[in-house]
């Protein structure tokens, strides 16, 4: 990702969260978003689909051509990884919002959470 390419919206963001596991199909990424928001963040498959486009064209994820091995996967399915770059830009981003909730904190906006 260049230094003139606009920074990472939220939607993409958990796009690149949904991967950082392992690869996954387009659907597979729209059901963990929403999973791992709660409901709050639901993509469009329109919106996913322009998101991957452009994580594929910065470089940050690659289409790939293997699948599972399940009986019931869809061969048309697409598969999406994410890269190293892909990676490092997720990182730097969740370090930048973690400094930003640090801030938060310190002007008691937001609470410090319990431990588990």
Do not use: C, W
């Amino acid at each position: 990702m260049s230094d003139t390419q606009s920074p990472l919206t939220p939607a993409m963001f958990n796009v690149l969260l949904a991967l950082a596991d392992g690869d996954k199909h387009g659907y597979a990424v729209l059901k963990e978003v929403v999973e791992q928001t709660a409901g709050e963040v639901q993509l469009s498959t329109g919106t996913l689909y322009g998101i991957i486009k452009r994580l594929v064209a910065d470089g940050l994820i690659v289409e790939v051509r293997r699948h599972p091995a399940i009986e019931n996967d869809d061969q048309r399915r697409r598969y999406y990884h994410l890269t190293e770059a892909g990676r490092s830009v997720a990182l730097a981003e969740a370090e930048r919002l973690e400094k930003l909730v640090a801030r938060a904190r310190s002007k008691q906006l937001v609470r410090a959470l319990k431990p588990v």
